[in-house]
C-alpha cells in the first residue's frame, strides 16, 4: 500500500471517529434523557475521541513506538479539548458580542476560535507525549542555551 493510500484511509477513519464523537457528545437529545445515558453516551464519545487522537499520534509522527505508548498524551488532549470547548461555550453564552459586533461573520469567527482551541489541544497532547517519550527512553531534553551561543558566536563574527 502506498504512503498516499495508507495516509487517506487514516484521515478517513480519523474523520469518521471525530464525526461520530462529535454527534454523541453534542446530541440535542441529551437534555431529556435520564442521567445515567447522558453519562454512558457522554463515555463512549470520549472514548471513541480518545481512540481518535490515539491514532493521530501513531500513525502521524514518523517514529516506531507502541500504540499504548501515546495514550497519556490522548488522553490529556481530549480532556483539554473537551474543557476549552465547554469553557469557550460558556463564555458564548455570557457575552454574547460577537453577534452585536460582526453581525452574521459571528458564527464563523466563533467556529475558528473553536478551531484554533481545539488544535491546540492535539498540539499540548503530542507534546506531552514527545516529552514522555524523552523520559522514556532516558534522555533530558536540552535546553536552548548551547543554540544561543552559537548564534552569539556568529553575530560577533558578522
Known amino acids: 500500500m502506498s504512503e498516499l493510500t495508507r495516509a487517506f484511509l487514516i484521515a478517513s477513519v480519523y ?3 471525530l464525526i ?5 457528545l453534542l446530541s440535542p437529545s441529551r437534555v431529556v434523557e435520564k442521567q445515567g445515558t447522558v453519562k454512558l453516551t457522554g463515555g463512549i464519545a470520549t472514548g471513541f475521541a480518545v481512540l481518535a487522537v490515539e491514532l493521530l499520534y501513531h500513525f502521524g509522527p514518523d517514529v516506531k513506538h507502541r500504540f499504548r505508548e501515546s495514550l497519556a ?7 483539554t479539548w473537551i474543557g476549552l470547548s465547554h469553557l469557550l461555550g460558556l463564555y458564548f453564552r455570557h ?3 460577537l453577534d452585536k459586533t460582526y453581525g452574521p461573520l459571528g458564527a464563523a469567527i466563533g467556529l475558528y476560535v473553536w478551531f484554533y482551541l481545539s488544535g491546540f489541544a492535539v498540539l499540548v497532547g503530542g507534546e506531552i507525549n514527545f516529552l514522555l517519550g524523552e523520559l522514556r527512553n532516558h534522555r533530558t531534553p536540552q535546553s536552548s542555551s548551547p543554540a544561543r551561543t552559537q548564534i552569539n558566536n556568529l553575530n560577533a563574527a558578522a
Open 20 to 24: 461520530f464523537a462529535g454527534v454523541l
Open 73 to 79: 498524551g490522548a488522553i490529556v488532549a481530549v480532556m
Open 95 to 97: 457575552f454574547d458580542s
Open 15 to 17: 474523520r469518521y471517529l
